[in-house]
């Protein structure tokens, strides 16, 4: 597979199977997995007293991811996939108190009940806040939860800027558990901890700008804003808006694209990332990388402004692509053909070999890729590769010609794993 022309707008050949083998869920969700779901979302749903760590605040992002992957398990692997969603639950349960539930307080509507909670996330008052998000997650629905919060969660940082990630995953998996909603409360009250940290440049662009129809290229290869002082979320982010580079780099080639047009072009960089850059990064920057611009446009058409989203997740590339990059990335580029032709079994070896395998493996082969992945992915107890699995089958879905760059990326983090001294893809 490579893409034809010249630039990084140019299609990719489709793959021989249009919908690359990945389903969203099987036709019948087994009875037994909607209620491990439902009783894993339980022990979640109640916040802790002390501030979350990174364990605590991945939770409910880790509890949809691990849900969503179930389906997608090789049939001999589902009892050990579902071990290691039970024991989330356990982890999560043993990790210290939690909050009391907050007395029944009756809201009109949903707006009523989503404005209350914005002010109390303005004024930091963490309890006003989980009442109304508790309220919320049980009166609403998965949409209308996205549309009563899409606005005020865009833009936020805090909760390492994953409120946006809650809000796309949820309606997957609300279906099978109704508890899994309660997981917002959870993260409001670290976005009401971290109120004053949010996106905000690209609230303030003139209207009269230009608009250009190079988004891709100016990903490529950004100039660096500088040391952000770690590789964390929100010094990321803030020092590519503070440093003025969000606004030069993003704001024209924002202005006039569509959100499936920058969901495409943002997801292939971000998946480029993971196969031509640092691999040290592989876990967390690239992984972040597509997750986090993927969610901001899954979400963009709930929020008043899809534009504004698609700043937003532009950011996000950007953050990435200028603090962590070392290289410039080819659009063009594809691997060599393995050696080796077992897909499969690329997986257990090398990064770069797994990719290659699942990038030139024929047709028939992807939904054993498919399977062999999200197996790989649910067994793992890194929570990032979980979610980063269920991004990529999403990515390919919704960029049928691109697919085979998606599940290559998610092969990629997989061999990742497997290679680190006592790690490795495993659930014990």
């Not at 071990?83 to 809201?107: N, Q, T």
């Not at 949409?143 to 805090?158: M, N």
């Not at 070896?349 to 992945?373: E, F, L, N, Q, R």
Request: proline letters at 8%; aromatic letters at 6%.
């Amino acid at each position: 597979m490579t893409i034809s022309g010249s630039t990084a707008e140019a299609p990719l050949r489709p793959v021989a199977t249009p919908a690359t083998g990945i389903h969203p869920t099987p036709a019948a969700t087994p009875a037994s997995d909607a209620a491990l779901c439902d009783a894993v979302a339980d022990r979640i749903a109640r916040p802790k007293i002390a501030e979350a760590d990174s364990f605590v605040l991945h939770a409910p992002l880790e509890l949809l991811a691990r849900c969503a992957l179930l389906p997608l398990v090789a049939p001999g692997e589902r009892e050990r996939a579902r071990r290691r969603l039970a024991r989330l639950g356990e982890a999560y349960d043993a990790w210290g108190p939690a909050i009391d539930d907050p007395l029944p307080r009756p809201w009109p509507t949903a707006e009523a009940a989503a404005a209350d909670l914005v002010r109390a996330i303005d004024a930091g008052d963490l309890e006003a806040a989980d009442a109304a998000a508790a309220w919320l997650a049980d009166a609403t629905t998965a949409e209308e939860l996205a549309r009563a919060l899409a606005d005020d969660v865009l833009p936020r940082l805090a909760a390492a800027a994953h409120g946006a990630i809650f809000l796309y995953q949820l309606p997957r998996v609300a279906a099978r558990s109704r508890s899994a909603a309660r997981g917002l409360r959870g993260l409001v009250r670290e976005l009401a901890r971290e109120r004053e940290w949010r996106l905000g440049w690209q609230r303030e662009r003139s209207r009269d700008g230009r608009a250009t129809d190079d988004l891709v290229e100016r990903l490529l290869c950004p100039p660096s804003p500088g040391d952000p002082g770690s590789s964390f979320i929100i010094p990321t982010m803030s020092l590519v808006e503070r440093s003025g580079l969000a606004r030069e780099l993003l704001d024209e080639p924002t202005r006039a694209i569509s959100v499936p047009e920058a969901s495409r072009r943002l997801a292939r960089v971000a998946a480029w990332s993971m196969l031509q850059d640092d691999p040290n990064h592989a876990p967390y920057g690239w992984t972040h990388c597509l997750s986090m611009s993927q969610a901001a446009l899954g979400i963009a058409d709930r929020s008043s402004d899809p534009r504004a989203a698609i700043a937003i997740a532009a950011t996000y590339v950007l953050g990435f692509r200028a603090t962590l990059g070392r290289v410039a990335l080819d659009p063009g580029w594809e691997p060599e053909p393995p050696t080796d032709d077992d897909p499969l079994a690329a997986l257990d070896g090398s990064p770069s070999d797994a990719a290659a395998a699942v990038w030139h493996a024929p047709a028939a082969a992807v939904p054993a890729i498919v399977a062999g992945v999200a197996t790989r992915a649910a067994l793992h107890h890194d929570a990032h590769l979980a979610k980063y699995a269920v991004a990529c089958f999403d990515a390919a879905r919704a960029d049928r010609a691109a697919g085979r760059l998606y599940l290559a990326a998610a092969a990629f983090l997989c061999a990742w794993w497997a290679e680190q001294p006592g790690d490795g893809l495993r659930d014990e």
